[in-house]
């Protein structure tokens, strides 16, 4: 399995509900017409900011993480050259241009190491 994380923060001056219902509305439709057949999942985690150590809300520096599972490599990399076709750049990008400050965006290719976490059992091994 292969997770692809983009981080993503919305344009100045559009308000949360509004960034969030056009993404959901418009934006992710244009993601699920490239990512179909490709894409395993495609998951959009909305960031809501907690009170820091002084107690403030503080704007946070990203407003939404974008996971999108493949299967294999291949299958990601099959992918990422057709979102590099010029028709489906443009598009994206253009639709991008409504919702996102570009300069923000990044991505990472991700790793996954999991804790067992069941209840009363450790991980750690005697003697350690």
């Given at each position: 399995m292969i997770k692809v994380i983009t981080t993503l923060k919305k344009k100045a001056g559009l308000s949360t509900e509004d960034f969030r219902a056009y993404y959901e509305t418009h934006h992710r439709l244009i993601g699920?017409?490239?990512?179909?057949g490709?894409?395993?999942?495609?998951?959009?985690?909305?960031?809501?900011?907690?009170a820091g150590a002084d107690?403030?809300?503080?704007?946070?520096e990203?407003?939404?993480?974008?996971?999108?599972w493949f299967p294999d490599k291949?299958?990601?990399?099959a992918c990422a050259a057709g979102l590099s076709e010029p028709a489906a750049a443009e598009?994206?990008?253009?639709?991008?241009?409504?919702?996102?400050?570009?300069s923000r965006k990044r991505?990472?290719?991700?790793?996954?190491?999991?804790?067992?976490m069941v209840a009363g059992e450790s991980t750690e091994q005697p003697g350690q």
């Amino acid at each position: 399995m292969i997770k692809v994380i983009t981080t993503l923060k919305k344009k100045a001056g559009l308000s949360t509900e509004d960034f969030r219902a056009y993404y959901e509305t418009h934006h992710r439709l244009i993601g699920e017409k490239y990512l179909a057949g490709y894409a395993t999942r495609y998951v959009r985690r909305y960031l809501e900011p907690m009170a820091g150590a002084d107690g403030k809300l503080h704007e946070p520096e990203y407003d939404v993480l974008l996971e999108l599972w493949f299967p294999d490599k291949a299958t990601w990399q099959a992918c990422a050259a057709g979102l590099s076709e010029p028709a489906a750049a443009e598009e994206i990008a253009r639709d991008e241009e409504h919702l996102f400050d570009r300069s923000r965006k990044r991505s990472y290719l991700v790793e996954e190491i999991e804790s067992n976490m069941v209840a009363g059992e450790s991980t750690e091994q005697p003697g350690q």
